[in-house]
């Protein structure tokens, strides 16, 4: 199934969701260690990029300066679509919050600070309302 390309119907579909649990990014050298399942892995001439459940990166005694929380907008979205990212980074912007947005085939995944995620997910609600017609 093709996912959606235009950008209202993207924005009053998105249906937030905060995923339970602290995530961070760490970095490593090689591979994912054993015994860690990364959410995302980002592979760069620097390192490998973990982002992973804050207390598998404590377990594992990798190094993080960022705490975030996991919001997945739940629309499926094209890869080829224009504008979602864009949109939801001003609106978060906007309203005094970071976000490092990663997309995955299905969805777009957003990752704020932690101690603001449950404000990000009203910003974003807020905006899927405005956007849907």
Not at 55 to 68: I, P
Request: proline fraction near 6%; charge should be negative.
């Amino acid at each position: 199934m093709a996912g959606e390309t235009d950008l209202q119907k993207l924005l009053g579909g998105m249906r937030p969701q905060l995923n339970p649990g602290r995530y961070v990014f760490a970095t490593v050298e090689g591979g994912v260690p054993p015994g860690l399942a990364p959410v995302v892995t980002v592979a760069e001439p620097e390192g490998l990029t973990l982002v992973l459940p804050q207390e598998d990166a404590d377990a594992a005694g990798l190094a993080y300066a960022y705490v975030a929380g996991w919001i997945t907008l739940r629309v499926h979205s094209a890869l080829e679509a224009v504008g979602l990212t864009a949109a939801v980074a001003t609106e978060l912007a906007d309203a005094g919050l970071s976000c490092n947005v990663v997309a995955g085939f299905h969805h777009d995944h957003l990752f704020v600070p932690y101690e603001s995620a449950g404000r990000a997910v009203a910003v974003l609600e807020d905006l899927a309302g405005r956007s849907a017609g």
